[in-house]
C-alpha cells in the first residue's frame, strides 16, 4: 500500500496510554499497575449535523476541536482512573461510577469547557498585559506584535512548567510514542518497537502545532480590527476565537500536506519546533503500549470495514 493511499489516523498521549482513532472507533491502550494493558474502546458516532459541518472549510476545524476536546476526555478520564491502580483493586472504581451514559457526557462536557476556558486565559491575559505597554508601543500594528509575543511566551512557559512535573512528563513520552507509530505506519515499516523507536517523535499534524498556529493566525487576524478601547480589544478577541480557529487548523491541514514538498515544508517548522516540548522520546515500554493500541484499532477497523461491505453485497 503506498503511503498516500492509507487511511489517516489520530492520537492522543492519555495517562500510561496512548488513545488512536480511525474511521469507525476510538482505542486506549492503558499500562496498569501490575504491568498488565488495558484497553478502553469506543465507536466513532456519527452526527448528521457535524458530518455535514466537517465538509465546510474553515467550519471543520471548530467541530473536530469540539469532537476531539469531548472524546478525549473520556479517554483520559478512564486512564487516570485505572493506571496507579492494581486490577484486584478495580472495585474502588466500580464503587465511583455512575451510569455510563451520565459519566460520558459529563465527562465531555469538562472536556470541552476545560478547552474553551483555557483558550480564554490564553486570549485575555496577553491582551491586558500588552495594555500595560501602551505607553510605549501606542500604536494597533505595536500592540498587536507584542500581544502576540506575550502569548507566546504564555504557552511555552506554561508547557516548560509543566512538564518538569514527572505524570506531565510521561505523557510527553507517551505522545512521542504516538507520533513515532503514526510515522512508521505512515512510512509503511512494520510495527515493532525497533522500528517505531526509529521512527521521528514530531509530526506535521500534531495538535501542538494547531497550538501555536493559533498565535501566529491571530497576529494576522487581530490586524482587521481595533486595539482601543479595551472593552472593543476584548470583545473582539473573544468574537474572533472560532475564526482564528478555525483558519489555523486550515494551516494545520495545509502544511501537512506540503510536508514532502521541498521548500514549502518549511512552512511547518515551527509547529515540529514546539513539539520538541510537548513530546519526549519514550523506553520501550511506552512505545510498546502505542503499538498495542494502534494494532488493536486496526484490527478493529478492518473487522467494521469487512462487515459494512458484506452488508452492502447482500
Known amino acids: 500500500m503506498s503511503?498516500?493511499?492509507?487511511?489517516?489516523?489520530g492520537g492522543q498521549a492519555v495517562v500510561e496510554g496512548v488513545m488512536f482513532g480511525g474511521k469507525h472507533h476510538y482505542v486506549t491502550a492503558v499500562r496498569r499497575k501490575d504491568q498488565s494493558v488495558e484497553y478502553f474502546h469506543l465507536p466513532r458516532k456519527s452526527n448528521p449535523l457535524f458530518t455535514l459541518l466537517k465538509k465546510i472549510p474553515f467550519l471543520r476545524g471548530i467541530v473536530a476541536i469540539i469532537e476531539a476536546s469531548?472524546?478525549?476526555?473520556?479517554?483520559?478520564?478512564f486512564s487516570t482512573e485505572r493506571f496507579d491502580l492494581h486490577p484486584d483493586e478495580d472495585e474502588k472504581i466500580k464503587e465511583k461510577e455512575v451510569s455510563k451514559l451520565s459519566m460520558y457526557l459529563g465527562v465531555a462536557a469538562i472536556g470541552v469547557i476545560s478547552f474553551l476556558f483555557g483558550k480564554f486565559i490564553f486570549t485575555l491575559i496577553p491582551l491586558f498585559l500588552a495594555e500595560l505597554t501602551r505607553p510605549i508601543f501606542s500604536t494597533d500594528f505595536e500592540q498587536i506584535l507584542i500581544e502576540g509575543f506575550f502569548k507566546l511566551l504564555l504557552l511555552l512557559a506554561y508547557i516548560y512548567f509543566v512538564s518538569l512535573t514527572p505524570i506531565v512528563k510521561r505523557v510527553f513520552q507517551y505522545h512521542g510514542a504516538e507520533h513515532k507509530v503514526i510515522n512508521a505506519f505512515?512510512?509503511?515499516?512494520?510495527?515493532t518497537i525497533e522500528n517505531v523507536q526509529a521512527a521521528s517523535r514530531l509530526h506535521y499534524r500534531c495538535g501542538s502545532s494547531f497550538i501555536l498556529f493559533t498565535v501566529i493566525?491571530?497576529?494576522?487576524v487581530y490586524m482587521l480590527v481595533p486595539t482601543e478601547p479595551i472593552w472593543v480589544r476584548v470583545v473582539n478577541r473573544l468574537a474572533l476565537i472560532p475564526v482564528v480557529l478555525g483558519i489555523s487548523f486550515e494551516v494545520l491541514q495545509f502544511t501537512n500536506k506540503l510536508r514532502?514538498?521541498?521548500?514549502l515544508k518549511y512552512l511547518g517548522l515551527p509547529g515540529l519546533w514546539l513539539q520538541l516540548l510537548t513530546t519526549k522520546e519514550p523506553d520501550n515500554?511506552?512505545?510498546?503500549v502505542a503499538i498495542l493500541s494502534f494494532n488493536r484499532l486496526l484490527a478493529m477497523e478492518k473487522e467494521t470495514s469487512e462487515s459494512l461491505e458484506t452488508e452492502e453485497i447482500v
Open 186 to 191: 505512515e512510512e509503511g515499516k512494520e510495527l
Open 217 to 220: 493566525i491571530g497576529v494576522f
Open 285 to 288: 515500554e511506552q512505545v510498546e
Open 260 to 263: 514532502d514538498v521541498p521548500v
Open 3 to 9: 503511503k498516500i493511499s492509507k487511511p489517516i489516523y
Open 70 to 77: 469531548a472524546n478525549g476526555s473520556k479517554h483520559l478520564n
